[in-house]
């Protein structure tokens, strides 16, 4: 069965950078997306950064744009995200995916397995 586990969440102050990890036991899709997401409380989930595994290609939400980058190190079935210059509203639960394909008009579409997610917290 595959697995997707994220680490390397934790606390940090505004300014702050971490790097989140998404390890596979196998990649889902080798030739589709995988994908970070997150989730603030009370607020829905939304799409943060998203690579294709067969090309590196790369869609960014605007809020994250220059600050996070998105990774994959294919040898390892492990995707990164860099998170730097944290603002507080970059609080909230981190979750990586899995898709089929990449492209398409909606990137943060048809996402169909999921990680656990790993808690981020930017505060003073």
């Known amino acids: 069965q595959v697995q997707l586990v994220e680490s390397g969440g934790g606390s940090v102050q505004p300014g702050g950078s971490l790097r989140l990890s998404c390890a596979a036991s196998v990649y889902p899709y080798s030739r589709g997306s995988m994908g970070w997401f997150r989730q603030a409380p009370g607020k829905e989930r939304e799409g943060v950064a998203v690579i294709s595994l067969a090309y590196g290609h790369t869609t960014y939400a605007n809020s994250v744009m220059g600050r996070f980058t998105i990774s994959q190190d294919n040898a390892k079935n492990t995707v990164y995200l860099q998170m730097n210059s944290l603002k507080p509203e970059d609080t909230a639960m981190y979750y990586c995916?899995?898709?089929?394909?990449?492209?398409?008009?909606?990137?943060?579409?048809?996402?169909?397995?999921w990680g656990q997610g790993t808690q981020v917290t930017v505060s003073s």
């Open positions: 995916a899995a898709r089929s394909y990449w492209g398409g008009l909606q990137p943060w579409a048809d996402f169909d397995v």
